[in-house]
Structure formats: C-alpha cells, structure tokens
C-alpha cells in the first residue's frame, strides 16, 4: 500500500544551522508529494509540493527535490531560525485522493 | 474565502455525553477529510467524502463515531457515547482540482476535544 516515512525526531538545532528532515515514500502510480508545518494550537499548513519527478518545491528558505529513483522528498533549508520550530510532516496523494502522511518531525531550534 | 471553519475550537465533555464537531470546507472543494491528531497515534484519517458522498471510512475506530456531509457546504463528526480516550485535537480539511491537478488538503484550526 501507499505510505510515507520520515525521520523520527525531535531534531534539535541551533539558530543558522543546516536542517535536513528525510522523507521516504512507497507509492503505485504518480504520486504528488508535499511538506506541511503545523506550529503549536494551530493546523497544517502547505509548505511546498512537488507534482512530477525532479520538480523542487521551495517556500521560505525550505526546499525538497521529488526523486523518483530514490522514492524520497528530503526537506533542506540552509540556516534555520527560532521560528522555525514546528513539527513537520512529509505526505502524498495518489490517483485515490486521499492524502497520507507521515509521522511527523518536531524541530526545535535554539538561538 | 476564510479557509476551512472548524466549530467549536475546544470542547470539554463527560464521559458518555454526545459530541458533535462542525466543520464548512472551502467553497467550490469536492474533497472533505476528517482526521484525528494525538501524541500516540499521530496523524490519523478517520473518513473522506467526494461530492458528499463516504468514500473511505476504514478509519473510524469504532461505531461510536459518525460522519455526515448533508450539503457541500457543511459536514459533522458525532461522537456517541463519548470516551476519555477519544480526547484528541480533530481536523477537518478539503481539496480540490487546479491546472488538472488536485491541490493541496487544505486543512482548519482544529477542535481540541477533552473527554473527562
């Protein structure tokens, strides 16, 4: 069946670090895949997607590439701020058109 | 359009009362999806309809819960009889077609739900 995999956290970091959260995902079909951030007391919000392979998504300094032959959707940023911190989840959504996430990430980043 | 309306925002009930959560997607969505959010279990979709109609709700846990979506503007999630652990924050969100593409879930604030 369709899944995603994520980096289990939380992963801390100090303020201007590199951020890396690994997505992995098993998919029939084409999938669009997607990164949303919830910050606290509130819902997810859409971070950036990617429809095709080899389509980067990017908003806000983030950034993850769609690679097929690697079944993955890492998402990057180069330096990371306080506000940052959130729980991040990796998802897709297939010809059925439900979404499927995964697990989520919790960054904490420390000034 | 305001997004995706979820009523009420909190909700503290007694063991056994009957809860009923509301949710408005955004307008012109055909996809409405009702999940539960806790520390344990994560992201969870409870059930999804398309045009109003149930397509999936392998993931309502138990016949306590119910879902309806009489018109495309409006769906409710009822819990009846309520339990503690059913405490959990309940999102509701819709998606829809753009560029021959489905977007995004679009997702609201939440309804944080207390059982006691």
């Known amino acids: 069946g369709n899944s995603v995999t994520q980096m289990e956290g939380p992963v801390t970091l100090s303020e201007e670090a590199f951020l890396t959260i690994n997505c992995t995902y098993t998919?029939?079909?084409?999938?669009?895949l997607f990164w949303y951030v919830q910050y606290p007391g509130e819902g997810l919000q859409l971070l950036l997607k990617?429809?095709?392979?080899?389509d980067k998504g990017s908003n806000k300094g983030f950034e993850a590439t769609y690679r097929k032959e690697t079944t993955s959707f890492h998402l990057e940023k180069g330096s990371v701020q306080v506000s940052d911190s959130a729980v991040y989840f990796c998802a897709l959504v297939t010809g059925g058109f439900k979404t499927i996430f995964g697990a989520g990430t919790r960054l904490f980043v420390k000034a | 359009d305001a997004g995706v309306i979820q009523s009420p925002r909190h909700e503290v009930t007694e063991m056994g009362q009957e809860v009923t959560l509301r949710c408005k997607p955004i307008s012109g969505h055909d996809y409405l999806f009702w999940y539960r959010q806790t520390m344990m279990r994560g992201l969870e979709l409870l059930i999804y309809?398309?045009?109003?109609?149930?397509?999936?709700d392998s993931g309502m846990p138990e016949d306590r819960f119910s879902a309806k979506m009489p018109n495309a503007s409006f769906s409710t999630l009822k819990i009846q009889p309520s339990e503690p652990r059913d405490s959990a924050v309940y999102f509701c969100a819709s998606s829809s077609w753009r560029q021959g593409a489905r977007t995004e879930a679009f997702f609201g604030q939440g309804t944080r739900l207390t059982v006691v």
């Open positions: 990617a429809t095709k392979a080899d």
């Open positions: 309809f398309n045009n109003n109609v149930p397509i999936d």
């Open positions: 998919a029939t079909g084409y999938p669009s």
